[in-house]
DNA sequence: TACGGAATTGGTCAATCGTCCAACTGTGAC
DNA sequence: GTCACAGTTGGACGATTGACCAATTCCGTA
């Protein structure tokens, strides 16, 4: 008998239900499913959960907290600070972005089940939790802003629109790129994509005026 | 007792099931729920459909043909034509591109189950039939690079990039501009995004070489 | 050590599911 | 008219589902 805290037990409910979604869909992400995927007995559901509707409430929430956009924002990060571009000190924003939706393309199409059960649980939850699914949204809206306000940075750059609606623009490209590879798995197109949609953002930024801290 | 052909009473059951998966999502979409609708016995539904997959599989190919996209062209037409342009024999791409997308967002908002069940159909699919989502989003493709072709003419203009690379992207960004209405709902942003899109997509025009039959 | 409460468990329940089928009805060919 | 067959129907079946509960086990505290 293992013996787990509640707040163990839950996370590793959601955990599971994650993964059977994942795998084999939302309609096959039964409680019993679940607790066989967490090697727990079907009892500790409702022992955690109010009902099948809860969890698949809180898988939203708890999708949000281990952020996607987050690796994409450290994928290009990684890649931008590459030192063998020392004689490059300034990147065009482009470039910058261009890596950033590449480092997130990779990732998609390393781990797509995480995507597939993203898009069913949104979807379900657009019918019986509204809210929940508009709270992941903004997250995303935030997250795409912080990314191109670390981009501007690198590339030292301003964005001659506003942020928040450039961030908008950007979070709602990422979900049609996700879609539209998810359906295609067609990685040299999504490319393609991402090069027009890395041009179409720096089309939206000047240079930045010298700053005093500037080398 | 009604008396239906094979094909018409195939054609109310994929209504219906499109009616149910919109209104109630997909796991409310059973085969008692769907003969309901249908206002049909329960025994004509495997009458017609060899299980409940079947069905489910052939939505997807039923929704294909009544067109979002080709709706989409027809609004962008009907404004572009509007006979007090007259002064304006040439509006910018931008501008006509503006107009459509507004066109397929009003589309949405007066309809969003329609998306809504769509999305529900296609990711079931995406385990059970990936040929069949591969095939819907193909269509998109096709009616986005006749969408382009048409906008191309009507600002004379010439795209400077591979017409279905750009209509690889215009389709991805439609199912953006859609899967990010569905979850904020929000139609300021969406417009505001709209005019991103159509600037950025303008930004790969040039002016058509002046023909022999223009005016 | 004894005890109270939290944690754990397997079994059970009614409801609902997809599927199937035998009986019935109408229609067109001869 | 009648015969063959396609179309139609409601009920029934076994399987699976979400939910619930009484019995049991374990741990912290007094």
Redesign the pocket.
Known sequence: ??????EE?RSELLDAAVRVIGRDGLA??????IVAEAD????????V??????LLVAVIDHVTEQERLAAWIDAGADENTDPADADAPTPGVAEILTRGLDGYLRLLVSAPERELALLDVAAHAMRHDPAAVERQWQTYRIAARASLEYAADLARITWTLPLDDLAWSLASCLDGLTLSWLTARDADAARTHIRFLAAAFAAHAIPRKETPDAD
Chains 1, 2 share one sequence.
């Open positions: 008998m293992r013996r787990l805290s509640f037990r096959a992400a039964t409680t019993r499913a727990m007995p079907l009892g500790a559901f409702h022992y959960f109010a009902s099948r509707d809860d």
